[in-house]
């Protein structure tokens, strides 16, 4: 017997004692349509079934195609949920920014909805209810509900608000400001005046200019200026800030474009980085201030060419992991880059190790965070995170299915991201990695960003989960420049074995383990790695400080 079918044997009989039917996966698959929480029992059924199959008759699993049509079927039902989630998102996201409220009560006056912001919930009669009501009449011909019986309905910003912001539009000084405030809110100049302690000339004086700075010839033109401005129900002020330019296109030779996320001086060192799936370990888009001032400092900036099919760039068939060279080629030629380090996170440690390869003498040197290294497989992959035990399993097994599979994996998380984060915060063995999985800013910013990553569909995502699924194309004793591995004790998605047998396989490479860390560190201490990716001097903290991240964000 062969050591390949002994171990499919001895495969078989543990799939015997934990596999599932074929009807119990097909229930699990349109469970975790529902409720992505399932995955992980999912991803362990569906593999110790499939091992039983091929355990006992030697060849694929039959039902495997039936399976792949309910995988289908089950992803029509998820983007079902999802576009119903996004749509209720999107009216939650404009009305938190829309300052209205509107409240719905009921028969009884207990107030039982609200849209847009509004005070603390209570009892309140028809008597005492505020004069800007819809009473039945109204709320019938709006299309609501029966339940309900009347609604209010008003503005949640104050008049200073209201005049701050004419304030910033127009440059107004204080003393005009304070006049519009007050004259919203009494609609009498002689009241304002009084309430100032001006006299009523002052009064008339200052509102003239006032007028004249808006353009408005008296009065009534001017509350026609703030009430009719659609600007108007907006809570923040329409302030472009003041932000370095990001985001980039560059032209590929084939007509496709290459996003590419930049910050830093254009004369700096460049860091080219390879982010995880998500791509918001290092959030240069939501906050780049967070990450210039250290930029400066080490003279550095970085450069994050964005993968084929992720993000805006242009979807590019690459055959294994030195195929990332290519674009990084490209863009590193139309910045006028000559020479660079890269700093990798998780499965971006594939596209940093491929892209070195294709590109030797233009790497200085790697640095690779929470390690992905394909060409390992952990004996204990049944307790790793479900995305490693889908790509490194599932991925190399069945990789049809694993095609199929990833899409639905993708829009289960993001229905729920909360859940997934707290299940993922529930495994986490150090309190560094629960910290960083639970803090709200991670989750939402991992939503935000894995959304706009696949926003042009699926392909780049199945692509990237494909190569870190398959063997190396290259040989890594051909890396010549210097490695360096920081890896976590606790990481629950690439075990730090991985890690240990890539550094052994690199010619020039040093791992430094890091205990009491798991996998996401990098969140919290993005300020050394970027040292560490220059070769500038660093210090590993202890595990009990949280880093820039968490001290406030």
Same mark, same amino acid.
């Given at each position: 017997?062969?050591?390949?079918?002994?171990?499919?044997?001895?495969?078989?009989?543990?799939?015997?004692?934990? @596999?599932?039917?074929?009807?119990?996966?097909?229930?699990?698959?349109? =469970?975790?349509?529902?409720?992505? +929480?399932?995955?992980?029992?999912?991803?362990?059924?569906?593999?110790? +079934?499939? %091992?039983?199959? %091929?355990?006992?008759?030697?060849?694929?699993?039959? *039902?495997?195609?039936?399976?792949?049509?309910?995988?289908?079927?089950?992803?029509?039902? +998820?983007? *079902?949920?999802?576009?119903?989630?996004?749509?209720?998102?999107?009216?939650?996201?404009?009305? =938190?920014?829309?300052?209205?409220?509107?409240?719905?009560?009921?028969?009884?006056?207990?107030?039982?909805?609200?849209?847009?912001?509004?005070?603390?919930? @209570?009892?309140?009669?028809?008597?005492?209810?505020?004069?800007?009501?819809?009473?039945?009449?109204?709320?019938?011909?709006?299309?609501?509900?029966?339940?309900?019986?009347?609604?209010?309905?008003?503005?949640?910003?104050?008049?200073?608000?209201?005049?701050?912001?004419?304030?910033?539009?127009?440059?107004?000084?204080?003393?005009?400001?304070?006049?519009?405030?007050?004259?919203?809110?009494?609609?009498?100049?002689?009241?304002?005046?009084?309430?100032?302690?001006?006299?009523? %000339?002052?009064?008339?004086?200052?509102?003239?200019?006032?007028?004249?700075?808006? @353009?408005?010839?008296?009065?009534?033109?001017?509350?026609?200026?703030?009430?009719?401005?659609?600007?108007?129900?907006?809570?923040?002020?329409?302030?472009?800030?003041?932000?370095?330019?990001?985001?980039?296109?560059?032209?590929?030779?084939?007509?496709?474009?290459?996003?590419?996320?930049?910050?830093?001086?254009?004369?700096?060192?460049?860091?080219?980085?390879?982010?995880?799936?998500?791509?918001?370990?290092?959030?240069?888009?939501?906050?780049?201030?967070?990450?210039?001032?250290?930029?400066?400092?080490?003279?550095?900036?970085?450069?994050?060419?964005?993968?084929?099919?992720?993000?805006?760039?242009?979807?590019?068939?690459?055959?294994?992991?030195?195929?990332?060279?290519?674009?990084?080629?490209?863009?590193?030629?139309?910045?006028?880059?000559?020479?660079?380090?890269?700093?990798?996170?998780?499965? @971006?440690?594939?596209?940093?190790?491929?892209?070195?390869?294709?590109?030797?003498? *233009?790497?200085?040197?790697?640095?690779?965070? +929470?390690?992905?290294?394909?060409?390992?497989?952990?004996?204990?992959?049944?307790? *790793?995170?479900?995305?490693?035990?889908?790509?490194?399993?599932?991925?190399?097994?069945?990789?049809?299915?694993?095609?199929?599979?990833?899409?639905?994996?993708?829009?289960?998380?993001?229905?729920?991201?909360?859940?997934?984060?707290?299940?993922?915060?529930?495994?986490?063995?150090?309190?560094?990695?629960?910290?960083?999985?639970?803090?709200?800013?991670?989750?939402?910013?991992?939503?935000?960003?894995?959304?706009?990553?696949?926003?042009?569909?699926?392909?780049?995502?199945?692509?990237?989960?494909?190569?870190?699924?398959?063997?190396?194309?290259?040989?890594?004793?051909?890396?010549?420049?210097?490695?360096?591995?920081?890896?976590?004790?606790?990481?629950?998605?690439?075990?730090?074995?991985?890690?240990?047998?890539?550094?052994?396989?690199?010619?020039?490479?040093?791992?430094?383990?890091?205990? %009491?860390?798991?996998?996401?560190?990098?969140?919290?201490?993005?300020?050394?790695?970027?040292?560490?990716?220059?070769?500038?001097?660093?210090?590993?903290?202890?595990?009990?400080?949280?880093?820039?991240?968490?001290?406030?964000?």
């Amino acid at each position: 017997m062969s050591a390949d079918h002994a171990q499919r044997a001895r495969g078989g009989e543990v799939a015997r004692e934990n @596999g599932a039917s074929a009807e119990e996966i097909i229930h699990l698959i349109y =469970d975790t349509a529902i409720d992505n +929480s399932l995955w992980p029992e999912m991803v362990l059924k569906v593999h110790d +079934s499939f %091992e039983q199959d %091929e355990a006992e008759s030697g060849a694929a699993p039959a *039902r495997l195609q039936d399976l792949q049509v309910h995988f289908a079927k089950g992803l029509q039902i +998820s983007e *079902r949920m999802l576009a119903l989630q996004e749509r209720s998102d999107l009216q939650d996201r404009l009305l =938190d920014n829309i300052a209205l409220r509107v409240e719905l009560f009921g028969h009884d006056g207990e107030r039982f909805g609200v849209l847009g912001s509004a005070p603390e919930a @209570g009892v309140i009669s028809h008597a005492t209810a505020p004069t800007f009501v819809l009473d039945a009449e109204r709320v019938r011909e709006l299309g609501l509900p029966p339940r309900v019986a009347y609604a209010r309905i008003g503005f949640t910003q104050a008049p200073e608000d209201i005049a701050a912001r004419l304030g910033r539009d127009l440059a107004l000084r204080p003393s005009r400001q304070k006049l519009l405030a007050g004259f919203l809110r009494h609609g009498n100049l002689r009241r304002t005046a009084e309430e100032q302690g001006w006299s009523y %000339e002052t009064a008339r004086t200052y509102f003239k200019a006032l007028c004249e700075e808006a @353009g408005v010839s008296g009065q009534v033109d001017l509350l026609r200026l703030l009430l009719l401005n659609p600007a108007r129900v907006l809570k923040a002020p329409l302030i472009k800030p003041s932000i370095p330019e990001i985001r980039r296109l560059i032209d590929r030779p084939d007509d496709g474009v290459i996003e590419v996320f930049q910050l830093g001086r254009e004369d700096a060192y460049p860091i080219v980085h390879f982010d995880a799936l998500s791509g918001g370990a290092i959030d240069l888009l939501n906050c780049p201030e967070r990450y210039q001032p250290l930029l400066d400092a080490l003279g550095a900036r970085i450069v994050l060419p964005c993968r084929p099919g992720h993000f805006l760039s242009g979807f590019q068939q690459l055959s294994g992991a030195s195929g990332y060279a290519n674009d990084l080629k490209i863009v590193c030629d139309a910045l006028g880059i000559d020479r660079f380090s890269i700093l990798a996170y998780s499965f @971006g440690s594939v596209a940093a190790l491929g892209a070195a390869a294709g590109l030797p003498e *233009r790497v200085d040197r790697v640095t690779l965070a +929470s390690v992905c290294y394909p060409d390992f497989v952990a004996t204990d992959w049944r307790d *790793r995170d479900f995305f490693y035990q889908m790509t490194h399993i599932i991925g190399r097994r069945w990789p049809g299915l694993h095609r199929r599979v990833i899409p639905f994996l993708t829009k289960s998380v993001l229905q729920n991201v909360d859940s997934y984060a707290r299940r993922a915060a529930a495994q986490a063995r150090c309190a560094h990695e629960k910290a960083i999985l639970l803090d709200p800013v991670v989750i939402a910013r991992s939503r935000a960003m894995l959304e706009e990553r696949i926003a042009q569909g699926m392909e780049g995502l199945i692509q990237e989960s494909r190569i870190a699924a398959q063997a190396l194309d290259f040989e890594l004793s051909d890396l010549q420049m210097p490695v360096e591995l920081f890896h976590g004790g606790c990481d629950q998605v690439h075990p730090l074995d991985g890690a240990r047998a890539l550094a052994d396989q690199l010619p020039n490479a040093r791992l430094t383990e890091l205990p %009491e860390r798991g996998h996401a560190f990098i969140y919290a201490e993005w300020d050394w790695l970027l040292r560490a990716a220059i070769a500038a001097e660093f210090v590993v903290p202890p595990p009990s400080r949280r880093g820039m991240l968490l001290d406030g964000h």
